[in-house]
T-cell receptor, first 109, second 113 residues
Framework: RKEVEQDPGPFNVPEGATVAFNCTYS??????FFWYRQDCRKEPKLLMS???SGNEDGRFTAQLNRASQYISLLIRDSKLSDSATYLC??????????FGKGTRLHILP | DGGITQSPKYLFRKEGQNVTLSCEQN?????MYWYRQDPGQGLRLIYY???????QKGDIAEGYSVSREKKESFPLTVTSAQKNPTAFYLC????????????FGSGTRLTVV
């Protein structure tokens, strides 16, 4: 079992819809959690950190469930520019950072 | 502006050549990392360094070498021993502990010709 797992997609979603991704992690000692966005042939960029109480940044909401060891990302009112690959990232207690393989999202006009 | 710079953006290597990819950061980050990404694949860790003059192997270190003589710089050499070097190489840096995640450079796309 991989340490961080994501559904690879692709998710094909009409513009304006709401889409949610989940990510599971296997190491219960994981310390920090992040969502990164990677556009085609570009570097990953930090989208948002994920806090225990959940957090929101505009149309994006991230949730953490430590008991079930998953994190989620919700995108509301999706835009064409949201099309990208979304990487789930987990930092372990030993400070090693583990990347998921990413979920591809295509927003359809 | 603080950031992390990789060069060159594109690099072509002949069979049997060693090539060096540059990575420089002015974020005052202690830790630096090299990742490789193949098409449609996730990031795989090659080497990382948490302090000057020290570095550790990642998951796929064979055929690669690094140095960390300055805090700001972490060059990666792809040696002729790396059998399949064509890939997208990403350098990243972070504070320690990495509670703020990584900052990535814009990457170097290496192609063997």
């Amino acid at each position: 079992r991989k340490e961080v797992e994501q559904d690879p997609g692709p998710f094909n979603v009409p513009e304006g819809a709401t889409v949610a991704f989940n990510c599971t992690y296997s190491n219960s000692a994981s310390q920090s959690f992040f969502w990164y966005r990677q556009d085609c042939r570009k570097e990953p960029k930090l989208l948002m950190s994920v806090y225990s109480s959940g957090n929101e940044d505009g149309r994006f909401t991230a949730q953490l469930n430590r008991a079930s060891q998953y994190i989620s990302l919700l995108i509301r009112d999706s835009k064409l520019s949201d099309s990208a690959t979304y990487l789930c990232v987990v930092r372990r207690r030993d400070d090693k950072i583990i990347f998921g393989k990413g979920t591809r999202l295509h927003i359809l006009p | 502006d603080g950031g992390i710079t990789q060069s060159p953006k594109y690099l072509f290597r002949k069979e049997g050549q060693n090539v060096t990819l540059s990575c420089e950061q002015n974020l005052n980050h202690d830790a630096m990392y090299w990742y490789r990404q193949d098409p449609g694949q996730g990031l795989r860790l090659i080497y990382y360094s948490q302090i000057v003059n020290d570095f550790q192997k990642g998951d796929i270190a064979e055929g690669y070498s690094v140095s960390r003589e300055k805090k700001e710089s972490f060059p990666l050499t792809v040696t002729s021993a790396q059998k399949n070097p064509t890939a997208f190489y990403l350098c990243a840096s972070s504070t320690l502990p990495g509670v703020y995640g990584y900052t990535f450079g814009s990457g170097t796309r290496l192609t063997v010709v």
